[in-house]
């Protein structure tokens, strides 16, 4: 029996030279999840690291000096902010190599912006959107203390999904 060590990320702003691997990371996360076909609309979106990179703050985790995750992080009022009320930072776009995931990547990153959160001033809780069929992400964010706020669940315009709505109090 094996036993899987905490894998220690460490988490900073995206520079320009990682664009292309943030996208290729989100790209095969999202694919390969069976998410999203690959001429969904919302690709071109995941994709667009540099526009993200203009409007949110576009951030990568690197485990032993290698970009393993990216995430995008916004507060409310900016362009990539979904369901950010005041005092309260969004997180989007999770994504997890492939050949990383199951390995604790997508823990780890998800603890390391809550302890970024807890610095920010004026930020007193973390809110995040997960499609209903993110089963793996939904036991995450529960096993991380973020509890369902359905009174704020969307759904996207023009299609048939549903959001969910997390909320983590700080």
């Known amino acids: 029996m094996s036993v899987a060590l905490p894998v220690t990320v460490a988490l900073r702003l995206a520079a320009p030279e990682d664009f292309q691997e943030v ?18 609309p919302y690709m071109d979106v995941l994709e667009d690291v540099e526009h993200r990179a203009e409007h949110a703050e576009v951030w990568v985790a690197e485990a032993a000096a290698k970009v393993v995750a990216a995430v995008t992080l916004t507060f409310a009022g900016q362009p990539y902010s979904e369901i950010t009320q005041d005092g309260e930072l969004e997180f989007r776009m999770l994504a997890v190599d492939p050949s990383h995931q199951g390995a604790g990547v997508g823990r780890a990153v998800v603890s390391e912006i809550v302890q970024y959160a807890r610095r920010l001033p004026g930020i007193g809780a973390i809110s995040i959107t997960s499609a209903t069929f993110m089963e793996r992400a939904h036991d995450l964010y529960r096993s991380l203390g973020f509890r369902r706020a359905p009174e704020r669940d969307w759904y996207v315009p023009d299609e048939d999904v549903l959001l969910w709505v997390f909320r983590l109090e700080l």
Do not use: E, M, P
Request: net charge positive; proline share 0%; charged share 30%.
């Open 23 to 40: 996208r290729r990371i989100t790209r095969d996360a999202y694919l390969q999840a069976g998410h999203f076909a690959v001429d969904h």
